[in-house]
């Protein structure tokens, strides 16, 4: 979908198509919301306003059948919990179980939720462009395209419809074109941008309890009617002073820097990351010493093998298509710079495992634990632990992986060959030296190396039996610790070679 460079008015085609309209651009408080998109983002953030709204229905709505029913499983007959849900997030089964049926609903008929809505969410996935113009790094609109047309055709009465996924800057102008042209006389819409900045594996808290709820609009009084419905709705939990509105624009805009200044810290740090493993510095001394700075403050400077994660490197992308769109280029090269150094930190933490263990580690048993792109998901989207065991794969390693949350079958499916990678090389095809196991014990067991790879609290020192780890492997005993998350002492004493992101050579050795 286009961006239109056209001024955005306020959608009221009762006007334009003659009919009368009975009190345009006025809406009543919000009583049923409908949520286009029952991912990562739709299912929490609608099942919180379930749960903090009793007095609003709230019915999520997917095109993919299989999605739905998981939102609908039974509960485990043993321990009660929602453990079929298709995301897995700390709290969210609680609150499901707390709402569902009463006034949080999930459904495959998406036309009857949103005829019914007073709200329309659309949360559908905006991924990268695979290919045609922009591939790469355009977002693909396609499916906030089709909702919206949807929208448009079966609406028999006028909504608010919220822009929920990240979209790049002016969406909402083509969602307006699209509204226009496909609905029925006499109806009223009006479109509000409302990002969503909730990270996985805290969302429950971050939704509860979130920095700022943005909402953005046009500056009309339908528009400002509509940004204040959407508000009434978060002030049921979030404090007024917390909900910021803005232009339409910026509030798109905004979704885009964040993710693009948060990005930017986490490649800041990796890349003195890298000067610290040559100097002696330590990355954790170094991170906390700036951080100390309220000017910078403390927050994402964990050092780690690479940020992934759904978000970043889309977002991202985004931006630099749009600047390079508006003939921006030196903005553009800026931010792919980010991209860039996240690229070099990955292969820079791989090469380095295969450096040391002596240059080969072909029919190497290799084990990584944690392929989820951080802790406390089963989500794998853009994992940096992708990148990192198709390179082992490539180098023919025997690569054994456990993680708390990953299926399986997703493991394999993320590391199945294509004929050629990036770079031309071909890999083995299938993922045969691929063994996925049930604990972290299992996969250590005989290996050469262990990579950690997401920062599962299970992994630290305190909580796995690194000793039994050690007895049970091959000698020298390696650790890549690409997360800096364990006690690198406490391991060298069991007689671990120790090799953390972000820590060098010893400290005595750095004077000499
Ligand atoms: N994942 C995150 O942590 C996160 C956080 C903030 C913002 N976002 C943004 O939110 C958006 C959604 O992300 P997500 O992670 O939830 O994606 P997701 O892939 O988990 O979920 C999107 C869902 O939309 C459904 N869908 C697509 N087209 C549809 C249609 N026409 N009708 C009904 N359903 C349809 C898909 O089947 C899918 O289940 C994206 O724009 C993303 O950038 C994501
Ligand atoms: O200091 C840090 C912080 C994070 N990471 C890594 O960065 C990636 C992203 O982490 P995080 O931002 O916590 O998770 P996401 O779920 O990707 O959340 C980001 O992306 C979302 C989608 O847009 C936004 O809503 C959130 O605000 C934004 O934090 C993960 O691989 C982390 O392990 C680091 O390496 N070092």
Redesign the pocket.
């Given at each position: 979908m286009a961006t239109a460079a056209s001024p955005l008015s306020t959608t009221t085609l009762g006007a334009a198509n003659g009919t009368s309209l009975a009190s345009p651009g006025i809406h009543p408080p919000v009583r049923s919301i409908c949520c286009?998109?029952?991912?990562?983002?739709?299912g929490p953030t609608c099942s919180i306003i379930a749960a903090r709204c009793p007095h609003i229905d709230v019915t999520i709505?997917?095109?993919?059948p299989a999605?739905i029913a998981a939102w609908n499983s039974d509960p485990d007959p043993l321990t009660g919990d929602l453990t079929g849900l298709p995301v897995f997030e700390p709290g969210l089964s609680d609150i499901v179980k707390e709402c569902r049926g009463r006034n949080l609903f999930f459904s495959t008929d998406?036309d009857e939720a949103i005829r019914k809505a007073d709200l329309v969410f659309v949360?559908?996935?905006?991924p990268t462009k695979k290919s045609g113009v922009g591939a790469g790094y355009a977002a693909d609109l396609h499916?906030v395209e089709?909702?919206t047309r949807?929208i448009a055709q079966v609406a028999t009465s006028s909504k608010i419809i919220v822009e929920?996924?990240?979209?790049p800057c002016r969406t909402a102008s083509s969602m307006r074109v699209i509204l226009e042209s496909n609905s029925r006389p006499g109806i009223h819409f009006d479109i509000l941008s409302n990002?969503?900045?909730?990270?996985?594996g805290t969302a429950m808290r971050d939704l509860q309890a979130p920095d700022r709820v943005l909402i953005g609009s046009l500056d009309t009084e339908s528009g400002q009617c509509a940004a204040d419905r959407l508000s009434e709705v978060y002030e049921n939990w979030v404090p007024a002073e917390r909900i910021y509105m803005t232009g339409l624009w910026s509030s798109e805009l905004s979704k885009l820097a964040a993710n693009a200044l948060l990005a930017q810290r986490i490649s800041s740090i990796n890349s003195l990351a890298a000067i610290c493993e040559s100097t002696g510095a330590s990355i954790h001394e170094v991170a906390h010493a700036c951080g100390l700075d309220r000017r910078i403050g403390p927050q994402f400077l964990q050092a780690s093998v690479g940020f992934g994660?759904?978000?970043f490197q889309?977002?991202i992308l985004n931006l630099v298509y749009l600047s390079e769109s508006l003939g921006l280029t030196p903005v553009a090269n800026y931010w792919k710079q980010v991209i860039e150094m996240n690229e070099w930190s990955k292969n820079r933490f791989a090469h380095k495992v295969v450096q040391t263990l002596f240059n080969t580690i072909t029919g190497k048993k290799v084990a990584v634990l944690g392929f989820s792109f951080k802790d406390n998901t089963g989500d794998t989207r853009e994992s940096p632990a992708i990148t990192v065991c198709r390179f082992f794969r490539r180098e023919l390693a025997r690569v054994s992986i456990y993680d708390p949350k990953v299926p399986e079958a997703q493991i394999h499916a993320d590391l199945v060959d294509r004929e050629h990678d990036a770079t031309g090389v071909v890999a083995p095809q299938g993922t045969n030296n691929v063994t996925v196991c049930s604990s972290a014990l299992e996969a250590c067991k005989d290996a050469e190396a262990v990579v950690v790879l997401s920062p599962w609290r299970e992994f630290r020192c305190e909580n796995l039996d690194w000793g039994h780890i050690y007895e049970n492997m091959s000698k020298p005993a390696f650790v890549f610790d690409g997360r800096a998350m364990l006690d690198a002492e406490k391991l060298k004493k069991i007689g671990f070679k120790v090799h953390a992101v972000g820590t060098g050579p010893e400290k005595t050795d750095a004077w000499l």
């Open positions: 286009i998109g029952a991912g990562y983002v739709g709505v997917d095109i993919n999605r998406v949360s559908v996935n905006t499916y089709s909702s949807r929920k996924s990240t979209v990002p969503e900045f909730l990270a996985e994660g759904s978000c889309k977002d």
